[in-house]
């Protein structure tokens, strides 16, 4: 079967590479069909091993990432459907064009390992063999190790190149169980990006090299075994005190700022707010960008917030905040905290801001006349990573929807906090599987950081989880209805994540490099 596919060509081959990037896509949430990343990457695997031509071997990898975005991100284009009457018409541009260059990344990945491991020795005749039409020899365990090794730093390179885009890494694959998902606190979700590649590609080497593939399913085997031991040995962390009520209003996209239906919009969130059982809550949580318009301290709106509060009661929410007047006048996406008396007494700002959506990359190129979701003014950044100290609360790290995505911006471990909270408004991507993929990032954040992480999200998925990743409490993707939740410090004392971060990948990509120098002497036949 190996012989047939590496023999596959033209079309036939393209439309492969194209499958096994779907069966990538279907190892992610919602799907978790986690044996899939046998066929996902030992396919390419076989496809680019034992290539001749470096534009084969591109075409192979962009073929793949091409399945994969298009089958892993389509829902970008429900976005555009908030509004059809203006934003239609780049549907095509969104599902095929952006997709067509994200997937130069894996490309880009199969090129270098190409490039690795390429020799070219010469025959009699002084001619290059592979040009005789004699192949290379196939790659052993060092080619899957390297192939694992180069597909893990181009993934590096995706989540911080160009402002960054780490979605739907392969790591994320592992959220498929809780104890599977324990990996995050030792490896990150780019340490599991590579071991998730070395599980799938190796496979394509068994008939070789048995000894090294069941080495490597029996190490994850018994990774398995130590995530379940990590379960049955948690313990609860310590009561804060502090009582969440978590809104879900399940506001559509193309209501939430229709203006004539801003004010019900807002109703409906007091009206869950104000269900029974407030006297009990310390502090009620609202979603990104809940109050459909920009907040400010003591106006009727703010009075209004916090007048619908118990005594003693705080109102957090996602909201726009500006600063500044006239020309000068910048916008925030922001999450503040109100009090009874209408006050704004603590923000944060949102610092890693979506492209095309927050921000417009290179605007001065775009003509005016353009219309584009992002609006004729860019968002600002806030100050970055911060750690919140918020009356009535264990100190906080507050992550605003796409922030939630980037492992490195979860917490500062210089001044750690007690717990996460993720706000965020995924309603712009309907009943799609983007919510879900959305929500499993999340998840791993907890993990990797060790701390219960609050996510209020205004259509789903609404969750309270621990600091092992396990879903306490939730609301499912598409209704409306509150959650209560008494908050807990983390039974944790950080991870082996926290402390070293992404420095086993990094270490793996400094062996990488040492191999790609002696490739000539570590490739086998």
């Known amino acids: 079967m190996f012989d047939s596919i590496e023999r596959l060509a033209g079309w036939r081959r393209n439309l492969f590479a194209f499958a096994m990037g779907i069966c990538a896509t279907l190892t992610l949430a919602p799907f978790y069909f986690f044996p899939l990343i046998i066929p996902a990457y030992a396919g390419l695997f076989i496809l680019v091993r034992n290539s001749v031509s470096w534009k084969r071997v591109f075409a192979d990898g962009w073929w793949w990432g091409w399945g994969f975005y298009i089958s892993g991100l389509y829902w970008f284009c429900i976005a555009l459907l908030t509004e059809p009457e203006k934003f239609a018409w780049a549907i095509p541009f969104a599902l095929f064009g952006l997709n067509a260059i994200i997937a130069i990344y894996p490309g880009v990945a199969c090129l270098l390992f190409y490039l690795a491991c390429h020799t070219r020795p010469?025959?009699?005749?002084?001619?290059?063999?592979?040009?005789?039409?004699?192949?290379?020899?196939?790659?052993?365990?060092?080619?899957?190790?390297?192939?694992?090794?180069?597909?893990?730093?181009?993934?590096?390179?995706?989540?911080?190149?160009?402002?960054?885009?780490?979605?739907?890494?392969?790591?994320?694959?592992?959220?498929?169980?809780?104890?599977?998902l324990q990996l995050a606190s030792i490896f990150g979700a780019y340490g599991l990006t590579f071991f998730a590649v070395l599980l799938g590609a190796s496979t394509a080497i068994i008939k070789a090299n048995k000894i090294f593939v069941l080495a490597v399913w029996g190490l994850f085997a018994g990774l398995l075994v130590w995530g379940n031991a990590r379960l049955e040995s948690a313990t609860e962390g310590e009561a804060t005190g502090a009582v969440l009520r978590l809104v879900q209003a399940n506001i559509l996209q193309p209501h939430k700022w229709n203006p004539k239906l801003q004010q019900e919009n807002l109703e409906e969130y007091i009206k869950l707010t104000r269900s029974e059982g407030l006297e009990k809550i310390t502090h009620v949580i609202w979603p990104e960008t809940a109050t459909p318009f920009v907040l400010r301290s003591d106006t009727s709106l703010s009075s209004g917030l916090g007048r619908m509060l118990p005594e003693g009661a705080l109102l957090i929410t996602g909201a726009?905040?500006?600063?500044?007047?006239?020309?000068?006048?910048?916008?925030?996406?922001?999450?503040?905290?109100?009090?009874?008396?209408?006050?704004?007494?603590?923000?944060?700002?949102?610092h890693v801001l979506v492209p095309f959506g927050e921000f417009l990359p290179l605007r001065f190129l775009i003509p005016k006349s353009l219309k584009l979701p992002v609006g004729d003014k860019d968002f600002s950044e806030g100050e970055g990573v911060r750690t919140l100290k918020w009356q009535g609360l264990p100190p906080v790290s507050v992550l605003v929807c796409y922030e939630g995505i980037f492992p490195e911006f979860a917490a500062d471990n210089n001044n750690r906090p007690d717990w996460l909270l993720n706000v965020t408004n995924d309603a712009w991507f309907g009943m799609s599987s983007g919510p879900y993929q959305h929500f499993a990032m999340a998840r791993m954040r907890s993990v990797e950081q060790g701390l219960p992480l609050v996510r209020v999200a205004n259509t789903g998925i609404t969750a309270y989880i621990d600091?092992?990743?396990?879903?306490?409490q939730q609301l499912a993707l598409g209704i409306k209805g509150i959650m209560d939740v008494p908050l807990r410090r983390s039974s944790l004392y950080g991870t082996l994540y926290t402390k070293y971060g992404n420095i086993?990948?990094?270490i793996t990509i400094c062996f990488s490099l040492f191999f790609i120098l002696h490739c000539k002497k570590l490739m086998k036949n």
């Not at 600091?467 to 306490?472: D, R, T």
């Open 467 to 472: 600091e092992y990743g396990q879903i306490k």
């Open 320 to 350: 726009l905040r500006s600063d500044g007047e006239g020309d000068d006048k910048q916008y925030y996406n922001s999450v503040v905290m109100i009090d009874g008396s209408g006050y704004i007494v603590g923000n944060y700002d949102k």
């Open 504 to 506: 086993i990948a990094f």
């Open 122 to 180: 010469r025959n009699k005749c002084g001619v290059t063999k592979d040009k005789c039409g004699v192949t290379k020899s196939k790659c052993g365990m060092v080619g899957v190790w390297l192939f694992s090794t180069i597909w893990l730093i181009v993934e590096y390179a995706r989540g911080h190149l160009f402002s960054g885009f780490p979605w739907n890494l392969a790591g994320y694959s592992f959220a498929f169980s809780d104890s599977s």
